[in-house]
């Protein structure tokens, strides 16, 4: 079955340094999307993208992130400068017609 | 808002008992997943159910929609210890991307 690949799977930082999580969505999907899930909580949707623009955001979706997707292949959410409240499993999805597939998900720790 | 609830949130059940994991939904949504996550890893797709009445069945899972109810259902029959995961539903409207989860349900079967 096709797959969602995200990198890296593990990424350390440090307060206030801006990282870039990158994901390979499934190669003939349309719709692009970055969620979040804290540890031992549940999974939070940070924002949507269709057609080269952000379609959806949510509230934490701040002016620190942003996405984009700058080849036909990859797909990538930036932290600006990071808090340690940003502290989280990133998952990076797609979605064709009706299933949406999660990747591996990137841990991010920020001491 | 939408707003998404799960019960139980935790279930501890026994090999070869049946069980029914509930999702309420407060809002007429259009798609309704189930996924399964296993500790540190990613989301697995089990089913997703677009339509009143919709019935999917995978193995020992069964999914159910009744969208006038606003509930879904994952049925689990027999249970073996490889079913051991959390099991969350998600949820979306008509005409927004954003998937909304609920809590989860972490489910241990015993041997």
């Known amino acids: 079955e096709p797959e969602v690949t995200q990198t890296p799977s593990h990424q350390v930082t440090q307060m206030g340094q801006e990282v870039i999580l990158r994901c390979v969505p499934i190669?003939?999907?349309?719709?692009f999307y970055w969620y979040r899930q804290i540890l031992g909580q549940k999974v939070e949707f940070l924002v949507s993208f269709y057609n080269n623009e952000i379609s959806e955001k949510s509230e934490i979706f701040d002016d620190q992130f942003s996405v984009e997707r700058p080849d036909g292949s990859n797909f990538t959410l930036k932290i600006r400068s990071t808090k340690l409240e940003d502290s989280a499993m990133y998952f990076c999805?797609?979605?064709?017609?009706?299933?949406?597939?999660f990747g591996s998900g990137t841990q991010l720790s920020v001491l | 808002e939408l707003k998404v609830e799960q019960n139980p949130l935790f279930l501890s059940m026994q090999e070869g008992k049946n069980y029914t994991i509930y999702c309420n939904y407060s809002?007429?949504?259009?798609?309704l997943y189930w996924y399964r996550q296993d500790p540190g890893k990613s989301l697995e797709s089990l089913f997703v159910?677009?339509?009143?009445?919709a019935v999917k069945q995978e193995g020992r899972l069964m999914a159910s929609l009744d969208t006038k109810a606003r509930l879904s259902t994952l049925h689990i029959t027999a249970a073996v210890h490889d079913l051991s995961a959390t099991y969350f539903c998600?949820?979306?409207?008509?005409?927004?991307?954003?998937?909304?989860f609920g809590k989860g349900t972490k489910l241990t079967v015993n041997p």
């Open positions: 809002t007429t949504s259009d798609r």
């Open positions: 998600a949820v979306s409207r008509g005409g927004s991307e954003k998937l909304v």
């Open positions: 159910l677009l339509s009143n009445g």
């Open positions: 190669s003939n999907h349309l719709y």
């Open positions: 999805a797609s979605r064709g017609f009706e299933k949406l597939f």
